[in-house]
DNA sequence: TTAGGGCTAGCA
DNA sequence: TGCTAGCCCTAA
């Protein structure tokens, strides 16, 4: 699959209500690429809404918003006030929690005051970082006093910092989310609908390669170098029979600024300058190298022309072995099943009284060919001397040695016996994602069905079942 | 990719 | 020898 329409695939099932095992194995099948800095920010949206939503708050959120944070410095955005509140709330709770587990746990929540404000807050101040509040900051020395003193312990108890955290994360997802552009499919939707274009329109609309991935966010920076100056159009078809040429820039702008609808390819005198350029060194190269199509099509021509000569020339042996290297040495498929049927035809008395071979066998005798690279024509033989050869291979017949070897490697899979943790596994997965689902259900809990394939999964439900 | 027919290895 | 779980092949 195109790496830009998975990543729209990812964008707009990141964004819908559906399971995290979805959204995880869309992310794990899908082929997503590294340069998609608001696909990044979603996926970290989505990984946190996640916890929320479980009513957890653990150090994997502080890791979230610190990510968030280094896109939204990459991109040259602020931070969201509500984004540096949740961070605090967050790190409080993920350290009173420890506190909170009993006098044992102790020692713990010193080593998590230690580890999560002491080293990684304490960091980010003397780094400057943008999550760093004065609520931080005070929020900090009150946790280091708390170390040395019974009551602050207390004082940090008596605080429910869970809701807090939990209240300002919301908060936090809602602007967040409201602050993203809806998702390309979305937005490609909408805009095709105040276009006035109708459902079956879409199939009209064509979207060619160099269309960046996840480029519709304001800041250029999304644009990953060396692209900026190759946006090519989407073509949508409007009702008049026109075509409005989308760029992905200017879908970018129009993210910012609707009312822009006017879009063309960045008219700068430099980049009109670079166009130029660009056909006149293409001209240059055309008058200089001649296409090797041309050349390839005449010799193409010649062999078929050659070939058809052969056949038409050729004389069916006497013997019905002959018929069957005939039918080998030809390259005609239909010719081989032809012959192939009148020889089995032809042993058929002696066949009959031979214990009947495998299905591998049968299909390894009947495909047993294999493909050479070698010339098979003599050095100056005077026939074939002004023709034109071409390194195509050829197939050959195989001794049966030959065959044994080749039967080797198409034995049968050794017969692994299904565990119960496999089949309660599946009788679960069936049972959520229904039957049918085989390759879904197999990435899903690979994991768990480490050397199964879909179709063992589904032959095994079929015995479960009998 | 799935469904279903058919084959085979292993076991009682 | 018969049964069956697991495996393979092929059509859709």
């Known amino acids: 699959m195109d790496i830009r329409i998975a990543h729209w695939i990812v964008e707009f099932m990141i964004l819908q209500p559906i399971e995290d095992c979805v959204v995880n194995t869309l992310l794990y099948v899908l082929p997503l690429s590294d340069n998609d800095l608001r696909l990044k920010k979603a996926i970290l949206l989505r990984r946190i809404s996640s916890e929320v939503s479980n009513g957890s708050v653990s150090e994997r959120v502080l890791e979230s918003l610190e990510r968030i944070e280094e896109l939204e410095y990459m991109e040259g955005n602020s931070i ?146 060396g692209d900026k100056n190759s946006e090519m159009p989407i073509n949508i078809p409007t009702e008049d029979g026109k075509k409005v040429m989308l760029h992905s820039s200017s879908i970018a702008r129009m993210g910012v600024d609707t009312a822009c609808n006017k879009y063309d390819c960045l008219p700068t005198p430099e980049v009109s300058k670079i166009q130029e350029a660009l056909k006149s060194s293409t001209s240059d190269l055309q008058t200089l190298v001649k296409d090797p199509l041309l050349d390839a099509l005449h010799i193409a021509e010649t ?91 050829k197939k050959r017949s195989l001794s049966p040695l030959k065959k044994y070897e080749t039967m080797k490697f198409a034995r049968r899979r050794k017969t692994k016996r299904w565990s119960s943790l496999e089949e309660e596994t599946l009788r679960a997965a069936v049972e959520k994602y229904g039957r049918g689902n085989w390759k879904f259900i197999l990435i899903s809990y690979r994991d768990v069905f480490e050397e199964r394939t879909e179709v063992d999964l589904k032959d095994k439900w079929r015995n479960m079942t009998r």
Not at 148 to 175: H, M, P, Y
């Open 80 to 225: 969201l006030e509500s984004m540096k509140e949740a961070y605090c709330a967050v790190a409080v709770d993920c350290t009173v929690r420890l506190l909170r587990e009993g006098p044992g746990k102790r020692a713990d929540y010193f080593d998590s005051v230690k580890r999560t404000w002491m080293a990684r807050i304490g960091k980010m101040i003397s780094g400057k970082a943008g999550l760093v509040s004065e609520q931080l900051k005070e929020t900090l020395a009150q946790i280091e006093a708390t170390k040395w003193s019974a009551t602050g312990c207390q004082n940090v108890l008596n605080k429910d910092t869970r809701n807090d955290a939990l209240r300002l994360l919301k908060i936090f997802l809602n602007e967040a989310r409201e602050a993203m552009f809806p998702s390309f499919l979305e937005f490609t939707a909408e805009k095709m609908n105040e276009m006035g274009l109708e459902k079956n329109d879409f199939s009209s609309v064509s979207i060619p390669d160099q269309v960046g991935l996840g480029q519709r966010a304001a800041s250029s920076t999304l644009v990953p170098e």
């Open 303 to 393: 062999v078929l022309s050659n070939t058809a000569r052969e056949n038409m020339n050729h004389k069916p042996s006497e013997e019905n072995q002959d018929k069957v290297d005939a039918a080998v040495s030809s390259h005609d498929n239909e010719g081989i099943v032809e012959v192939q049927a009148k020889n089995s035809n032809i042993g058929n008395q002696s066949y009959q009284n031979m214990p009947r071979p495998s299905l591998m066998e049968r299909n390894s005798t009947a495909r047993t060919y294999e493909w050479d690279d070698a010339q098979d024509r003599p050095e100056g033989s005077s026939s074939h001397s002004e023709k034109v050869h071409l390194p195509s291979p």
